[in-house]
């Protein structure tokens, strides 16, 4: 099962560096396919770069690490994408990362399966700072992600690739939910970049009984 990462920025290249890591074969997708191509030759073996529509093409499981505009131009621009399973991990906020830029009546991840509506759209990653993808930036810690979406096989396996990835995946419901993991993202990036937190934190659900 071929992964595509879109993106060559600093989630891009986290996860394309992690999944090579954890085994897993991967194409970088950018909209400079040079870019993309520079950034897998950077990382070595199991990995290569293209274009966008190419990555979509060969891949079964795109995890978009754009901005969430750009995901949404891009998906307007992809072709069929039946059947693949699309990784929003998009925080929409405003540029000076302050703010939500969508409300709270939608989401990033609803928004991006209405422009790709006939793949599966899966929420995961955004509350996980980029420098944190890293197993190796987090030893001896588990880190939850949150994992919303409407069909079970496509939570099912972006929930394995959070596990092999070293996180805890954790089910948070239909894509609906996103609605509420968006602001818990931005609240993420208050504390790390506006409360003195920096960035080696990420939330976590935990009960009582554990
Ligand atoms: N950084 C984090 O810790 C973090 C954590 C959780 C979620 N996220 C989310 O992850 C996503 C990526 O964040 P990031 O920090 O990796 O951003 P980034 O470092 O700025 O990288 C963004 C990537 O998107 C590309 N890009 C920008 N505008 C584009 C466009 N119009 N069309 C095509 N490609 C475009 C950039 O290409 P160029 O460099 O060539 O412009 C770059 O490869 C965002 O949605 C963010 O909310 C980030």
Redesign the pocket.
Known sequence: MKIAV?????????FARALVAAGKEVIIG???PA?AAALAADIGSNVEGGG?PVALKVSDIAI????????I??LKEAGDLTGKILV??????APDYKDLVLGLTTS?AEEIQKAAPTATVVKA????????LAQEARPGKTLQVFVAGDEPSATGKVRDLAAALGFAPTDAGPLTNSRFLEPI?EM??QF?YFLGRG?GIAPAWVSVAD
């Open positions: 879109i993106g060559t920025g600093n989630m891009g290249s986290g950018h909209r400079d870019k966008i978009f690490a754009l901005p969430y505009d750009a995901t131009a891009h929003d991990i998009s925080n929409p906020i990033a990653f955004n509350t996980i700072f980029a420098g944190l993202g993420n990036i790390g960035t």
